[in-house]
């Protein structure tokens, strides 16, 4: 079955430590996205990835870093200069056309807690 | 003014009851729509995509008014399965890379 993969599902994480958090998705999509929610908010993008080895900014980037080696696999690593890093991470994927945009697809999120 | 709006919520009905929910973007050049259903600590799913036609699927009518950036989704007939946070999603541009999400209308059905 296509979709998306991410892990790990929970993660605990002390203050000062880096996290990489796995994304990756055997839909053939061109584009892939990480967000972040916040309890009663909505979603903020993070960076997203439009082709191999090229990514760009979104709203919230700073304290995060990605990669895109194959374009399968958009790993996002939360640094240690991210203030408030405690959320709910949503890698999401989708087909990059003519025309308007088709639906994003979610992994099933990474819920990171700092202790 | 945030880039999409919706209803604040939450909103408990009972069952059968029909509810509605509001949604406002303010980038006229917008071209794609959608409403995303959340269950709690879940991942977004579609629910469905907004057509200028407008559409329907079963129970839910989703509509678009482009010349009041506006856009609805009726769902009749609720049942306790729909209970879930909906999310409106705007899509600024082609290639898919500018959606931009509401903050979530929570809706409680009721036995």
């Known amino acids: 079955d296509g979709g998306i993969t991410q892990s790990p599902k929970y993660l605990f994480r002390k203050e000062g430590q880096n996290v990489t958090l796995s994304c990756e998705q055997n839909l053939n999509h061109d584009a892939m996205y990480w967000y972040r929610q916040d309890p009663g908010q909505g979603l903020r993008l993070i960076y997203y990835s439009q082709i191999v080895n090229d990514f760009q900014k979104g709203d919230i980037a700073e304290g995060y870093s990605v990669s895109r080696e194959k374009k399968e696999s958009f790993p996002l690593t939360v640094t240690s200069a991210q203030k408030n890093p405690t959320a709910f991470y949503l890698c999401?994927?989708?087909?990059?056309?003519?025309?308007?945009?088709?639906?994003?697809?979610f992994g099933e999120g990474s819920r990171l807690t700092v202790l | 003014r945030k880039e999409v709006e919706q209803d604040p919520g939450p909103f408990n009905v009972p069952e059968g009851a029909t509810v509605a929910f509001n949604c406002t973007y303010s980038n006229s050049a917008s071209q794609s729509f959608f409403w995303y259903r959340q269950d709690c600590r879940k991942e977004p799913k579609l629910l469905m995509s907004?057509?200028?036609s407008g559409n329907e699927d079963g129970r839910f009518t989703a509509q678009l008014n482009r010349a009041s950036q506006y856009i609805s989704l009726l769902i009749r007939d609720s049942k306790l399965s729909d209970s879930a946070t909906y999310l409106c999603?705007?899509?600024?541009?082609?290639?898919?890379?500018?959606?931009?999400f509401g903050p979530g209308t929570r809706l409680s059905v009721l036995p």
């Open positions: 907004v057509y200028s």
């Open positions: 999401a994927s989708s087909i990059i056309g003519q025309g308007p945009a088709g639906e994003l697809f």
């Open positions: 999603v705007v899509n600024g541009r082609n290639y898919g890379q500018n959606f931009v």
